[in-house]
């Protein structure tokens, strides 16, 4: 017990990495304990139709955002003038800019987006919804400040305390119109709530309005391969939306985002940790400058990878009891969904571990690669899936991707000298082993899903 509180002491690399994964891993429990408080009560204040609706406006919102990203916080992260001033006003231009820039795209994408799914009100809930984009753009760098010397405590209760002013007012809107607006209106408030807050609160230089155009110019080389990513991963994290949108009823719909906002539970963790942790891990102490350097990254590794598919599997075996105690009848039909979706996400925690190589290095353009990789085999992989086994055949697809992009992943971690064979074989055999327990333990339930498509 004793050596592991002093690794947490010091100000060397490891004892702040393992600090920041403690405040990580509480921001997001935090953070999805208050989700999941909010949604008990809103799924007794509203319907399932109004979960579904809120699905096509974040497909849409977030599209955006992920076809619109620069990189601004990896480069931060990275970059040897990370703690320059003039290179942190000048990203803040661009940020504020781009935020503008998502607000005016959701205006003018709203009324094409309501006669494609058919719903008629997306052409005023999306344009409410894109608000949060504009407060979005004028958050302080000092966040990616901390993210990048691994200072995160004071941000960690920040955030949260933004977080818990947006569900709040999610669930006084709630009672007031008794619709989807209460779910739109909350994201923007919780928006302006942590630009205020970061601002006020977080230690830090303010940033000013100052532009450098050879900056500008290194932002935006370092950048346009993590455009193109986080465009790909759009597709990878909201395609099965855009997809099932077309083929689900708003019922269905809803139902399928209460089962995805449990079983992704584990998921989101890992990449809220992996994304704030890694970089700094990979850039300050590259594995194959040591043998000590690859030990610790070893377990560093196995503690992530085997912890989030460990929880992903205790989701999947307890899923469909917990759906019956949390909600009502109106549902319970998202507890098969839990199971099999839980199981598809499992196998996506290795890869969570690697992603980080590249960007550490500087090389976005290999990062675009996988993302690409991954990005066409996931989508190709869902509208196949849905067409031929309706849902159970598109939640299905996400774990079928993990499997088929792994050769991709490998090459990507050596390509930066840092792939560990033995672990993902470790891995591959303890979580493929439990996976196929859970789905046997509860496959009355799942196989209810082939052919759902209403």
């Not at 503008?100 to 799914?117: D, H, K, N, S, V």
């Not at 809107?173 to 209460?182: F, G, H, R, Y």
């Not at 675009?368 to 066409?376: K, N, W």
Request: proline share 4%; charged share 15%.
């Amino acid at each position: 017990m004793t050596r592991v509180i002093s690794a947490f002491k010091g100000t060397g690399l490891m004892a702040r990495a393992l600090r920041s994964m403690a405040w990580l891993m509480m921001k997001y429990g935090g953070a999805q304990g208050l989700r999941l408080l909010s949604n008990l009560v809103l799924t007794r204040l509203l319907y399932p139709e109004a979960f579904g609706l809120m699905a096509l406006v974040s497909v849409v919102t977030v599209g955006l955002a992920l076809f619109s990203d620069i990189g601004l916080g990896p480069a931060i992260q990275q970059n040897p003038r990370g703690d320059d001033p003039e290179f942190l006003d000048t990203a803040w231009v661009l940020q504020i800019t781009r935020g503008i820039g998502l607000w005016l795209g959701t205006c003018a994408l709203a009324l094409p987006a309501a006669q494609f799914y058919g719903e008629p009100s997306l052409a005023y809930f999306l344009p409410l919804a894109g608000l949060a984009s504009i407060f979005n753009g004028f958050a302080p760098t000092k966040i990616e400040t901390a993210h990048r010397h691994l200072l995160l405590g004071r941000l960690t209760a920040l955030e949260l305390a933004s977080q818990a002013i947006g569900i709040g007012a999610m669930v006084v809107l709630a009672l007031i119109t008794q619709s989807v607006t209460a779910l739109v209106l909350g994201g923007v408030l919780q928006a302006a709530a942590r630009v205020v807050l970061t601002n006020l609160f977080l230690p830090g230089r303010g940033n000013r309005l100052r532009w450098n155009r050879e900056i500008a110019g290194e932002l935006m080389r370092f950048g346009k391969w993590i455009f193109l990513s986080t465009a790909l991963w759009f597709f990878t994290s909201q395609g099965d939306r855009v997809v099932l949108g077309r083929y689900l009823s708003l019922e269905m719909l809803g139902l399928y985002n209460i089962g995805f906002f449990l079983a992704s539970f584990p998921t989101m963790l890992g990449h809220s940790v992996t994304g704030g942790l890694m970089i700094p891990i990979y850039r300050d102490r590259p594995a194959h400058a040591s043998l000590e350097n690859f030990r610790k990254q070893r377990l560093l590794r196995a503690g992530l990878a085997g912890g989030i598919a460990g929880l992903s599997i205790v989701m999947a075996l307890i899923g469909p009891a917990l759906v019956e105690f949390l909600y009502d009848d109106r549902y319970l039909a998202s507890a098969q969904i839990v199971t099999l979706m839980a199981c598809a996400m499992a196998p996506s925690a290795l890869a969570m571990t690697y992603e980080q190589a590249p960007l550490a290095a500087g090389d976005s353009r290999s990062y675009f690669i996988f993302s690409t990789a991954r990005a066409v085999t996931q989508i190709g992989l869902i509208l196949t899936g849905v067409i031929w086994y309706g849902l159970f055949g598109a939640i299905l697809a996400m774990g079928l991707t993990s499997l088929l992009t792994y050769p991709v992943l490998v090459w990507l971690a050596r390509r930066h000298r840092v792939w560990d064979p033995l672990l993902d074989l470790v891995f591959a055999i303890v979580t493929g082993t439990l996976c196929g327990l859970a789905l046997w333990l509860h496959w009355d339930e799942v196989a209810g899903l082939i052919g759902v498509i209403s």
